[in-house]
């Protein structure tokens, strides 16, 4: 699994199998953040799959799907709300980690501020 840094706080990247979130757990993640709508990918976990595989490990889980050509400004104010919590360590992911990165972007423009929302 390629993880992105974006944030001290917040990395993104690709769709993710049920088995990579205990390694998100072990790598010290606190919340998973999908950007995936459900049903998207043929082959991919519904959102309430990875929910519950993030709370048998743990992990806080966090359902903000972002559709191909939406602005996502209101997923990345979400995102922005869970990552200013002090221990917070946050994994998104959608298809590619691009819409995720996307919504980050929109809302933190600067890489390593978090915005105050």
Known sequence: M????????LS??????????RSLAASGFTDIVCNRPDNEI?????SADVAQAAKVAG???HYLPI?????P???????AKI??????????????GARSTLAWSIVS???????NV
């Open 12 to 21: 993104v990247g690709r769709q993710i199998t049920l088995d990579e979130i």
């Open 73 to 79: 400004v209101e997923q990345g104010q979400s995102i």
């Open 109 to 115: 423009p600067q890489q390593n501020s978090v915005p």
């Open 59 to 61: 992990l806080g889980f």
């Open 2 to 9: 390629t993880i992105t840094q974006l944030h001290p706080q």
């Open 42 to 46: 043929e082959d991919g976990p519904l």
């Open 67 to 71: 559709r191909p050509g939406e602005h």
């Open 83 to 96: 990552v200013q919590r002090p221990d917070a360590r946050v994994f998104a992911y959608c298809r590619s």
